[in-house]
């Protein structure tokens, strides 16, 4: 018996209470385009951030900026803050801008802007995507580059091209889909450890997403594709501490995530979460992270290209009770408790001076080899 088109939409979506279409990402970008000089900026910050990875820019690549993105005002003020210090610091850090509009839940909870823009439960998702990528396209437009995470596959074709740097979060690091996401996509991406601490997975993520795969996609139109991707080579580790193994910064964990990185062959560098399972979600104990990552660096380490830190304008976090936008606090997390403007600040100060202590160290180690290596070669002639 051949079902009825009414009857197997029963069968198959029995529990979707209502749909709406969207437009596709090749109409969103129509109307709100990336122009040429953004354009041109992000493909020169996605090289730099390549360089950085491989180890050809000495320079510390650090992501900052708040856990969510739900207020654009806050945001924007964030980010002219933001890229003020970015040029301060351009010789010793590259710093990107944190726009997270996807959160990945434990279990349940506010999902982010492209969910929710209106905090009000309506979950209007089609202004969720058009409002995140007009403040991408803000954000760039102070030529500060942006991170975004990828969580939900078809959301990526709508703000792809104004993301200078993603990851694949805790939650979904181990998920062949993302891996095969990653594959096909011209960006720096990190994997986070897994959510337990396991890190062996985002190493196994960088080893798929490093190669070839054939799998399914959506394409500008909104088609569904079958899509042949050749790989991405600039993906990397992110250690974010975990559940089970509990924080995992130190300079032991670092040598340990090399070993591991050799033995698969990956030969990128490694970046440091310092929110997340290293600072057991307390917004200030990133502080503490961050301290021994400058320590380790200015001690000559050579595996460690880049931080990540939450901070917003205001320190800590807040709750939020869905239509109660108008107690919120403002320039204050609604999602995991970040550091504040001023200490953010100090901590980029630091994490900068730890950058020139390797460069200085560095240089003074190349000094004295080529000295021992003239030294040599005199002696040899004598
Ligand atoms: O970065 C934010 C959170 O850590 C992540 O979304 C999980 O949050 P939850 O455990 O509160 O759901
Ligand atoms: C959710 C995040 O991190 P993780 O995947 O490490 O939990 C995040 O960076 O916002």
């Known amino acids: 018996m051949t079902n ?132 991408l396209l803000t954000i760039n437009s102070f030529h500060l580059p942006c991170a975004c995470e990828f969580l939900q596959p078809m959301i990526v074709p709508y703000v792809s091209d104004l993301v200078s740097w993603a990851a694949i979060g805790a939650r979904t690091t181990e998920s062949q889909i993302h891996r095969e996401l990653v594959s096909g996509l011209n960006i720096p991406i990190g994997f986070k450890n897994g959510s337990n601490g396991c890190v062996q997975t985002a190493v196994d993520a960088c080893v798929t997403s490093g190669m070839a795969h054939a799998s399914l996609s959506i394409d500008h139109w909104g088609n569904i594709v079958s899509c042949y991707t050749s790989g991405n080579e600039d993906v990397h580790v992110v250690l974010r501490g975990g559940s089970v193994t509990g924080p995992n910064y130190s300079s032991k964990h670092v040598m340990e995530t090399q070993k591991r990185l050799k033995a698969n062959n990956v030969t990128s560098k490694i970046m440091i979460d310092c929110s997340h399972g290293n600072s057991l979600k307390d917004g200030e104990r990133q502080k503490h992270v961050i301290e021994d ?18 901070s917003n304008l205001v320190c800590g976090r807040q ?47 190349k000094i004295v080899s080529t000295e021992s290596v003239s030294n040599t070669n005199v002696n040899h002639h004598q």
């Open 319 to 365: 709750t939020f009770l869905e239509g109660k936008k108008h107690l919120l606090k403002y320039g204050q997390s609604i999602t995991d408790s970040c550091l504040g403007w001023d200490v953010s600040t100090a901590q980029l100060q630091l994490l900068a001076e730890s950058v020139a202590d390797r460069r200085h160290r560095n240089y003074q180690s």
């Open 4 to 135: 009825t088109v009414d009857d197997s939409e029963q069968t198959h979506f029995k529990g979707v209470v209502h749909s709406q279409i969207l437009t596709n990402p090749g109409a969103m970008i129509a109307k709100h385009p990336c122009p040429h000089d953004i354009e041109r900026f992000i493909s020169k910050t996605r090289r730099e951030i390549s360089d950085i990875i491989h180890g050809k820019d000495d320079r510390l690549l650090v992501v900052i900026g708040p856990c969510s993105i739900h207020n654009i005002t806050e945001a924007i003020e964030y980010a002219k803050k933001l890229s003020i210090v970015a040029k301060k610091h351009v010789s010793t850090l590259l710093i990107v801008m944190r726009v997270y509009f996807e959160k990945p839940r434990t279990t349940v909870g506010w999902k982010g802007l492209v969910y929710d823009p209106h905090l009000d439960g309506t979950s209007n998702i089609s202004d969720g995507l058009q409002l995140s990528r007009q403040l």
């Open 293 to 310: 990552i400058c320590q380790q660096i200015a001690n000559g380490d050579q595996s460690i290209m880049g931080v990540m830190i939450e």
